[in-house]
């Protein structure tokens, strides 16, 4: 390990696509050929990227670890952080340092069915995971995705999603509280597509976005026999130090940004979607 | 209004009546450990000591100094400097030194500081980038700093417990901070037996003092005429046995055991034992948060003065050509809209849910994370706060609620 355990190392942007007016893909390669060759991350788990002379900020990475390339990260500009990133261009520079947390339940979905359950734009901790197990198909079983969003407009990766659905053992069923025009999907709030969703009762569930959405959709899952241990959840909090040092993601006694951002859901249970915490 | 601020008094049950959590029945008092080891260091020879520390590689010696109307670490050259006769008075909101007619150089309880500072700096450099001059890549450097060794004079058990604390979070996990390990162990602690408490102290019912037990290379016991002094650590014994003292007597042994059970016996105030995660998880949505909620300013006064308190934000400071930046940390806040801001909201919004955050944290938060409460009891934050809350009648008012269910 590094002497400094949070200095940053300096990574190019090789490229960007720009997903919808605020949201943004950034793919990044590390400048050293050895740091290059020795990352090694999982899915769920995030960078801490760091804009030059303004800050750091914590990101998913969205691309599978397993495929080699670039270090993607979609990016909603909110923040300070944020709108500079957004101003990246292919050549840019900036800092990274990564990855952190607890990713997904690889070992205890291989050989399982998944259902992945995703609400508004919480579902960048996922794609990793989804292209994952589309690159390894034969070690997962059925593969559900559930994707809800605000307004039609926010649903970036719809190509992807197209695709993803016309694969065999995949099902795909996506929602929107705003639809607008040539919307095929479903209107509402994801909760509406549990119904005719395939819901593998002895398999594994990943869950990301609102709070207040995942802890609509466990009762629905639980209700249809999944066990909730077999449940996990990806949470976000206010990061700065990423090593569980400066405090801020702290969510009860967890630190986010450690000890997650994927929990079992029993772990985390008492304290989803509760006021202050 | 009463006249230190605090409003309308907390509802504080008869503290009989409440039940105590822990393991046992009552706080702990601890003998000193005055065995056979014990040495005598009679008062006009200390100045001994700070030449034997000298000499022994610590060429920079912090004592409490009496500044600015309270007791601060200094560097200290001589025994003389000392807060010699200074008591303190502590009450909620307030602190005041003043002054007797007598040699005792420790007869107080604690400054608004502990060792925080020594180890997790306020404000540190933590690594500086520069963009390269012909690919402007950013070039990163760490932050390399060479602590001069110390020694620190005049430490408290309290004050011992919280850097033991600290050291956990910093230093026992996966990403050891090398800036509080190089400061840590660049310190040589001298503490001192505790002989007058202030009235918010409550170290007693957190099992952390007033008498120190651990975590110390040296500790002294203050008598008239000199000190007690008996070694924790090997560098300690080392240097102890270089001082070539005598050994303390059987009644000035006895002597300083009084005082020590004295100290415990002063302290006014507690807390309900040392295992309250259960009884303040159960109470996530009491009243009693609103109330305090409503006297507390959110200053942030609390947690700059806990010796046990790391929450820190991370900034950069560029430099006005572009071309240069530095990135440190900075002591920050749970009651700072900061802490928990969210980039579209804030988690806690108002001071009742910092206020909880803060408390629910403290004492229930930490044994999950580092196996203890992470309250010593010293009542830094019941003096320092301006509205004078007292942690010990908030938790009692808090206990004495009856259990509220989760909002589903």
């Known amino acids: 390990m590094r002497s400094h355990p949070d200095l940053p190392l300096a990574a190019r942007v090789v490229g960007r696509v720009q997903e919808t007016r605020d949201i943004f893909s950034l793919r990044l390669a590390l400048l050293d050929a050895t740091e290059r060759a020795g990352y090694r991350s999982v899915p769920g788990q995030y960078n801490m990227l760091y804009l030059f002379g303004v800050g750091e900020v914590p990101i998913s990475i969205v691309s599978d670890p397993d495929d080699g390339g670039p270090l993607e990260h979609t990016i909603r500009a909110v923040g300070r952080v944020t709108h500079g990133l957004e101003r990246l261009r292919v050549g840019d520079t900036l800092g990274l340092r990564g990855p952190y947390g607890r990713g997904w339940p690889l070992d205890a979905a291989r050989g399982s069915d998944v259902i992945v359950v995703t609400g508004g734009l919480g579902c960048a901790p996922v794609i ?49 509280d705003q639809g607008g025009m040539q919307w095929p999907h479903a209107m509402g709030n994801v909760t509406t597509l549990l119904d005719q969703a395939r819901i593998p009762a002895d398999g594994i569930a990943m869950l990301c976005g609102p709070e207040r959405m995942m802890k609509a959709v466990i009762p629905l899952l639980t209700d249809r026999g999944m066990d909730p241990f077999r449940i996990w959840l990806s949470i976000e909090r206010n990061m700065q130090c990423g090593i569980g040092h400066c405090g801020h993601c702290q969510v009860g006694p967890h630190f986010i940004c450690q000890d997650g951002p994927v929990f079992r859901y029993p772990d985390i249970a008492d304290w989803i979607d509760r006021e202050g915490f | 209004m009463p006249r230190d601020g605090t409003g309308p008094a907390p509802v504080i049950p008869n503290p009989i009546q409440i039940k105590y959590y822990g393991n046992s029945s009552a706080p702990a008092c601890y003998a000193p450990d005055m065995d056979s080891e014990t040495r005598f260091l009679p008062r006009t020879d200390a100045d001994q000591l700070l030449e034997r520390l000298r000499v022994s590689g610590f060429p920079r010696i912090l004592g409490p100094v009496a500044r600015d109307g309270s007791l601060v670490f200094s560097p200290i050259h001589q025994w003389s400097q000392l807060p010699a006769g200074i008591r303190d008075m502590q009450t909620p909101g307030t602190y005041r030194l003043h002054r007797h007619a007598d040699p005792l150089c420790f007869a107080w309880a604690n400054g608004p500081q502990a060792l925080k500072p020594l180890t997790f700096a306020g404000r540190e450099l933590l690594w500086r980038a520069e963009r390269h001059h012909e690919t402007a890549a950013p070039v990163f450097e760490h932050a390399e700093d060479t602590p001069e060794p110390t020694a620190v004079l005049g430490i408290r058990a309290c004050d011992l417990a919280a850097l033991a604390l600290q050291e956990k979070h910093f230093t026992h996990g996966r990403f050891p901070d090398p800036f509080f390990g190089r400061r840590r162990r660049s310190l040589f602690l001298i503490a001192v037996h505790c002989s007058h408490p202030a009235s918010t102290c409550f170290c007693a019912s957190t099992g952390d003092g007033p008498t120190v037990t651990r975590g110390h290379d040296l500790v002294l016991a203050e008598l008239d005429e000199g000190y007690l002094i008996s070694a924790g650590s090997r560098g300690g014994r080392r240097l102890l046995k270089d001082m070539a003292l005598p050994p303390a007597t059987a009644a000035q042994v006895q002597w300083a055991e009084r005082a020590s059970a004295r100290a415990t016996a002063a302290q006014m105030r507690h807390l309900p034992g040392r295992h309250l995660k259960q009884p303040i998880h159960d109470r996530l949505e009491a009243r009693h948060w609103s109330r305090v909620g409503e006297r507390c300013l959110s200053c942030g006064n609390c947690t700059a003065v ?89 938790v009692a008012a808090l206990l004495a609620e009856e259990i509220h269910a989760q909002p589903s």
């Open chain 1, 128 to 176: 990793s995971m989804v292209r994952h197990m589309l690159r390894h198909r034969e070690t997962f079983g059925f593969i559900t995705l559930l994707q809800g969003v605000k307004h039609a407009e926010d649903l970036i990766w719809r190509r992807q999603y197209q695709t993803w659905a016309a694969l065999p053992d995949v099902q795909v069923l996506l929602a929107s």
């Open chain 2, 306 to 394: 806990c010796p046990t308190c790391f929450c820190h934000m991370e900034l950069d400071e560029p430099a006005l050509s572009g071309h240069r930046t530095e990135h440190l940390r900075q002591w920050s806040s749970c009651f700072n809209a900061e802490h928990s801001y969210m980039g579209h909201f804030l988690v806690r919004s108002d001071t009742r849910l910092r206020y909880r955050q803060w408390l629910t944290h403290k004492l229930a938060g930490w044994h999950e994370q580092y196996g203890r409460s992470g309250c010593v009891g010293c009542g830094r934050c019941i003096t320092w706060c301006p509205v004078g809350i007292d942690i010990t009648a908030e």
